[in-house]
């Protein structure tokens, strides 16, 4: 049987399409058949509105049934646990008070490593065939938690003016934290908001495919409303509406992401 695999889809850059790509990615694999585990590493709680509505939200970031008091108490991660309303996804809610994350951290033992020792567990059970987790638009010692807790990193990159600024701090980040968590790997860059008719998609691509060592996925995701419609009624694109170009997508990148790991 396969270990279960921890994903981390991180950028510094804001709005890049993470929260998007992750929900997707996972209910997608969910579709799939596979046994999920999402993660919701940001204060925004995007991830967490994707499946669950805003009251529930709300609720469970006010209380201590999240992701923050449990990394805050290090408490093992299994009891955080809720499910969603879709099958094969279980998901572990953030809270508005991850802000103060790295307050948090800065005390304690050995600190890049404490999000790993609390999955551990989880992880062991093989309860999951995946989790994914989603990372706030910053570089710091909780990024490096969620980096150092997982198998690989997924970079979503918009297809904007500003959306390769700062990728270099990203790579850097990646590489410090690869010093400490030597089994951490890039599995790939996907394009997102894409729209063909401007002239940054291209440049992206190009720039993108031009680094060395680095894998583009051939799937790029593109501007689509529905989108939006589907994060409006807590669902994942994919859930939402099957057939709009988006969800089409986010299921092709998914295909393309197991056969990266050999899962297909
Ligand atoms: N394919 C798409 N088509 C249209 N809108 C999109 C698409 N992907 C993402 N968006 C929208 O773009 C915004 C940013 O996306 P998302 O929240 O996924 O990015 P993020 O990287 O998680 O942002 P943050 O850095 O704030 O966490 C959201 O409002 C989302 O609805
Ligand atoms: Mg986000």
New binding site residues.
């Given amino acids: 049987m396969k270990h279960t695999v921890t994903i981390c ?1 991180a ?1 510094n ?11 997707n990615v996972g209910a997608a694999l969910a579709a799939r058949g596979y046994r999920v585990l999402l993660l919701d590493g ?1 204060m ?1 709680c ?1 991830l967490s509105l994707s499946f669950l509505d805003e009251d529930a939200v709300l609720e469970y970031a006010r209380s201590d049934r999240n992701l923050y008091y449990a990394v805050k108490e290090q408490k093992d991660l299994k009891a955080f646990i809720v499910q969603t309303p879709f099958e094969n996804v279980d998901l572990i809610p953030s809270s508005t008070l991850m802000s103060s994350m790295e307050y948090e951290l800065f005390t304690k033992w050995q600190r890049e490593f404490i999000l790993r020792k609390l999955l551990k567990s989880v992880k062991e059970s093989a309860q999951y065939d995946f989790i994914l987790m ?4 910053t570089l710091g010692g909780w990024v490096m938690n969620l980096l150092c807790a997982s198998d690989h990193l997924i970079i ?1 990159v ?1 297809a904007s003016p500003w959306g390769l600024f700062g990728l270099a701090n990203m790579f850097e980040f990646l590489q410090t934290t690869q010093e400490m968590a030597p089994d951490l790997g890039l599995l790939g860059i996907v394009i ?3 729209d063909e008719r401007k002239s940054y998609f291209k440049q992206t691509k190009e720039f993108l495919e031009n680094l060395e060592d680095i894998s583009v996925f051939s799937t790029h ?8 419609w589907a ?1 409006d009624n807590s669902k994942p694109v994919v859930q939402y509406r099957k057939s709009s170009r ?1 969800a089409r997508e986010y299921m092709a990148l998914t295909e393309e992401i197991l056969s990266a790991l050999s899962f297909s």
């Fill in positions: 889809f950028n850059k804001g709005g890049s399409g993470k929260s998007t790509t992750c929900s940001d925004q995007n989603d990372a706030p638009p979503p918009e997102t908001k894409v995701i593109h501007v689509d409303s529905t989108v939006e994060q988006s």
